[in-house]
């Protein structure tokens, strides 16, 4: 494992560096990474993962909100949907998921789902932008109204606005499969926010990244609690690496294209899921 240890903190720190620009934390990257490099298949890589989240998210976090990106009405949503879905979602994956081949076909339509609605949204989005640099470095979220039927908020001067109830649902819906896949829920709550919602990948990372690292919170003791303990030392070095990249993500992201972001995480995820889905097959 000595030899091990410097690739497992490094790579942790390259994924949370490109993932925490698009509000995720890059555990749905570092699972299979376990399970192929590590060998690491038992639930208690689900409970690792978490571990990941907990400790690597607050740097970015911390980041978002010192810039005034974070919208706290969304991340208020996300936990109260996530919270009832994660523990069920734990409970999935140890009643129907012990077994490694049918995880990872579990874990290759997840990733093909995520990587699908990501890859369309990037190819649909403008490459040009009408603002400028300093427009773009100073920008600031300011919510306009907010109520049970809509919230709206402005940024770079245009509005946006979603459902709360709707994104209550999505988010419940995301807390179940998260819980099962032990990522917390960012890895697709990110481009449903994106995709679905239409809000600006600038705005919406801080809030998923946050209900990622409260649902994670919910997970470890979930898995815990079910007799999955995570691993300490694989725990610490994907955390600390996670940490560094997370939030060096998180201080560069405002200045890198929403495009280039999603393109770069749609071919990763892509390739990642059409990998796991044939290993099912052969």
């Known amino acids: 494992m000595d030899l091990t240890s410097p690739v497992v ?53 911390y980041k978002y909100w010192r ?5 706290w009405h969304i991340v208020f949503i996300l936990v109260v949907g996530y919270l009832p879905g994660i523990y069920l979602g734990s409970w999935v994956r140890i009643n129907y998921l012990l ?27 403008p490459s040009s932008s009408t603002n400028s640099t300093s427009d773009i470095w100073s920008a600031e979220v300011i919510v306009k109204e907010a109520n049970f039927r809509k919230i709206t908020f402005e940024f770079l001067g245009k509005e946006h606005s979603f459902s709360p ?61 079910l007799g999955y303990l995570p691993d300490l030392k694989i725990g610490l070095l994907l955390g600390f690496g996670g940490l560094i990249g997370i939030y060096l993500g998180a201080r560069v992201q405002i200045g890198v294209p929403e495009k280039i972001i999603q393109l ?19």
Do not use: D, H
């Open 9 to 61: 903190f490094f790579t942790a720190l390259v994924v949370g560096f490109v993932c925490s620009q698009a509000g995720v934390s890059g555990a749905f990257l570092l699972l299979p990474f376990q399970i192929s490099y590590l060998g690491f298949v038992t639930p208690s890589v689900n409970s690792t993962n978490f571990m990941y989240n907990i400790i690597s998210i607050p740097g970015g976090v």
């Open 67 to 71: 810039e005034k990106r974070m919208l």
């Open 99 to 125: 077994n490694p081949k049918v995880f990872k076909l579990f874990v290759g339509i997840v990733l093909l789902y995520f990587g699908a609605r990501l890859l369309k949204a990037s190819i649909l989005k």
């Open 165 to 225: 109830l709707t994104l209550f649902l999505l988010s419940l819906v995301v807390g179940v499969v998260g819980g099962a896949y032990g990522v917390g829920g960012g890895f697709l709550m990110s481009p449903i926010l994106v995709v679905v919602f239409g809000l600006p990948v600038y705005t919406i990372a801080g809030a998923t990244l946050f209900g990622t690292l409260v649902s994670s919170v919910i997970g470890i003791f979930s898995y815990c609690s």
């Open 264 to 282: 770069i995480l749609s071919a990763l995820v892509l390739f990642l899921s059409v990998k796991y889905i044939s290993q099912y097959w052969l």
